[in-house]
């Protein structure tokens, strides 16, 4: 586990069937989680909590950027354990209430793995229980965390990242991904609109890339510095590439 900036902690990337990171994020009022992991990481998480010096009863709430199975995969079993308040983007809770809904795309290949996907979520490290959102947001909207919501749909319809404006963090969740240090779109099979991901990286770029120098993903290692800019940078190489 490696503090990121104070009071924002990365659990580490999460050795599951997914490799994904999950965030601890320390407020006056205790500890909020965003996003689970795959099936079975609640343990992990839980420890990380425990190495703060926190009980599972200090974690108030646990944000999920959006409901695939590498981030809400421990969701229940987390909220079991915690009791916390489960927060994520109103378009979003059809999908938490109801994992099997989230399919590959409509693409040629997409449509030939549907089967396989379905198949592959039975098996338990994959299998997602539904629950329920306590509470549901919109863009734009301010959490007591100190987040503003920011709508990154496109790799899903409800997908959010969480802007922290006075700390200057973001939490982009798979709205962009860093694998091996190179900033990227969300993969296309499982990004049912492309074009409107795409618009996304150019929000979190042009109206928010003033307001952040340090970036973290669900997928890849954090942008300690000047991330606005690097943002800026891909997004101009993403739509020179598609003109
Ligand atoms: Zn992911």
New binding site residues.
């Given amino acids: 586990m490696q503090e990121i900036v104070p009071g924002l902690w990365d659990v580490g990337e999460l050795a599951s069937a997914?490799p994904?990171h999950v965030y601890l994020w320390r407020w006056a009022e205790g500890v909020t989680i965003v996003d689970t992991g795959t099936p079975g990481s609640a343990d992990k998480i839980l420890a990380a909590v425990g190495a703060l010096r926190l009980q599972p009863s200090d974690v108030k709430r646990i944000i999920i950027t959006?409901a695939?199975v590498?981030?809400m995969g421990s969701l229940k079993a987390l909220k079991r354990a915690t009791g916390a308040q489960v927060i994520c983007h109103t378009v979003e809770k059809e999908f938490l209430e109801n994992p099997g809904r989230r399919k590959p795309a409509k693409t040629p290949l997409g449509l030939l793995l549907r089967p396989i996907f379905a198949l592959a979520m039975q098996f338990p490290q994959y299998r997602v229980e539904p629950l329920s959102p306590d509470r549901t947001h919109v863009d734009g909207d301010k959490l007591p965390e100190g987040f503003t919501i920011i709508h990154t749909p496109g790799h899903t319809p409800g997908h959010i990242s969480l802007l922290h404006p006075e700390k200057r963090f973001l939490i982009a969740?798979?709205a962009i991904?860093n694998r091996g240090g190179t900033l990227g779109a969300p993969p296309p099979l499982f990004t049912p609109d492309v074009e409107n991901s795409h618009l996304s990286i150019w929000k979190l770029a042009k109206k928010y890339g003033n307001n952040f120098d340090v970036a973290v993903f669900?997928?890849g290692p954090p942008i300690r510095e000047k991330a606005g800019e690097a943002f800026n940078s891909f997004t101009a190489q993403l739509f020179e590439t598609e003109t």
């Fill in positions: 997914v994904v959006h695939d590498d981030h969740g798979d991904h669900g997928h």
